[in-house]
Each structure stands twice: as structure tokens, then as C-alpha cells.
């Protein structure tokens, strides 16, 4: 696909304010690997001030990690904001599935919510669809049915975008879905990955209407600087090594690296 990168200026150049509601565990990792991608990162969570902030964010990102239902509450209020100001609202449901209360939460969520789009592994994106689907904690298990199918009729029945990661990634909506082989499994590896990608979508849709386009930008462009970061062989060891060049990485890659998009449409 060509300008497959093109997005990457827009977001540095422009900056966009994300807001994220995000969980205990990645807020850290979350809020550098925004600045070094270009975006300007916000965490704010208290419902006196959520709807505030989601009022004049460029994107709003909801993430379940850590639930509790007063971030639910806070969530809610921060999503019909955005609805009200037209700012794009992303959904990452971890763990939806490992027990009853996380899926109900995620469920309630896109239902009071106009959500834009939705990111999550294939066993969080099948449960919260109400499909059965076998999942660890907050891990996917093996992959064990048609993601691009999944992926579609998920779409279908949330009417918003679906971005399935994985081995591969799928990105659909409205009949469309292109499908994103870049990545490295050190992605795995590390803590919070998910959840920064999710926020890097919305930073890609704050500058960028059209869904399917800047969500697949965003998704090649991480998997990329995943490549890039990992054959830093002197410099990356495991792990905790390949973390830092990863942020690194997602500071360095320009348009100039749409030669790695690996996209394809499904």
C-alpha cells in the first residue's frame, strides 16, 4: 500500500492530546511511548474533571486493565463527552472473558458509549461479542478459530472498528479488512505493549477520520519499530533491553520505512 507511514508527520506535527483511562500497570509505559511517537499524553481519571479533559482530547482511550467500578463510572462519563465533542473514543477490554465482572464492565461500556473503535487479542474480542473463546488472566490462549472471521462479525455486531492483534493483526470494519504481518514475538515479552498500541491508534485517529487507514498505519508502524528495535543485536538482550529500544524506535521511524509495511488486504 502506498504512503503507508504518511500519518506519522501528522501526528508529530499536530501533537494530538490523548487521554487515557488506562490501568496501574502500563500508565508509565503508555505515556512515554506516546511522547516518543510525537503524541501528547494525559491520564486523567477522577469523574470531576474526566469530562473536561475527553472534551478537548484529540482521542479518548479506555482501557480495563486494573478495573474498579468507580474507573467504570469514570469511563462512562469521559466517553459521552467525547461523543458530544466528536472526539474518537478506543476501547481496549483486557481480560475480558477471565471473569463474569471484567466482561460485564467491557460490555456496559459499548453499550453507553458510541465507541470508535475496539483493540484487543482474538479471545477478549470474541467474549466480549459473547462468543466462548479460552483466555489466561489477561492472555490470549492459542488461537483457536478464524480471527478474520471473528474480526468481521465483531464488526458487524459492535458497529465500530475491530483491530484483532496477534501473530497477525486484523483491522476491519464495514466490509473492509487488511491485514498487518509486521511485529516481533519480544512484543509479548513486555508488559503493556497492548495496551501502548492501543493508545497509538488513538493518536492516529486524532489526526485521521478515515478508521480503517489510521488504525492500520498506527498497527504497521508499531510492528515496525518492533522489527527495528529487536535487530539491535549489541544493544538488546531480552526482554527489558528490548523495551527501551523500543521507545526508542517509535521516535526514529519516518515515512522512509514504508518499504517494511508488510499489509496486505484480507
Known amino acids: 500500500m502506498r504512503n503507508m507511514l504518511e500519518l506519522l508527520e501528522r501526528v508529530r506535527e499536530q501533537k494530538p492530546l490523548v487521554h487515557n483511562i488506562t490501568n496501574v500497570v502500563v500508565t508509565n509505559f503508555t505515556a512515554n511511548g506516546l511522547l516518543s511517537l510525537g503524541a501528547s499524553p494525559v491520564m486523567a481519571y477522577d469523574k470531576e474533571e474526566v469530562a473536561d479533559m475527553a472534551s478537548i482530547a484529540g482521542a479518548l482511550v479506555l482501557n480495563i486493565g486494573t478495573l474498579t467500578t468507580e474507573e467504570i463510572e469514570a469511563m462512562i462519563i469521559a466517553g459521552k463527552a467525547a461523543n458530544e465533542n466528536g472526539v474518537p473514543v478506543i476501547l481496549d477490554p483486557v481480560g ?5 465482572f471484567r466482561t460485564k464492565m467491557a460490555q456496559k461500556v459499548l453499550e453507553e458509549i458510541d465507541v470508535t473503535l475496539i ?3 482474538a479471545a477478549e474480542i470474541a467474549n466480549v461479542t459473547g462468543e466462548s473463546w479460552i483466555i489466561k488472566g489477561v492472555d490470549a490462549a492459542e488461537e483457536e478459530g478464524d480471527v478474520k ?4 462479525k465483531a464488526s458487524e455486531l459492535l458497529n465500530c ?3 484483532i492483534t496477534g501473530v497477525v493483526d486484523f483491522i476491519s470494519n464495514q466490509g473492509v479488512t487488511n491485514l498487518v504481518s509486521n511485529g516481533n514475538p519480544l512484543l509479548t515479552k513486555v508488559t503493556g505493549t ?3 498500541l492501543s493508545s497509538v491508534i488513538g493518536a492516529f485517529l486524532a489526526v485521521e477520520k478515515d478508521e480503517i487507514k489510521a488504525a492500520t498505519e498506527a498497527v504497521t508502524a508499531y510492528g515496525i519499530a518492533a522489527e527495528k528495535a529487536a535487530k539491535q543485536h549489541k544493544t538488546v538482550q531480552g526482554p527489558g533491553s528490548f523495551q527501551i529500544r523500543f521507545i526508542d524506535e517509535l521516535s526514529h521511524i519516518s515515512n522512509e520505512d514504508k518499504s517494511l509495511a508488510k499489509v496486505e488486504k484480507a
Open 149 to 152: 472471521q471473528l474480526a468481521q
Open 119 to 121: 483493540r484487543g487479542n
Open 194 to 196: 497492548g495496551c501502548l
Open 96 to 100: 475480558a472473558g477471565a471473569t463474569p
Open 161 to 163: 472498528t475491530v483491530v
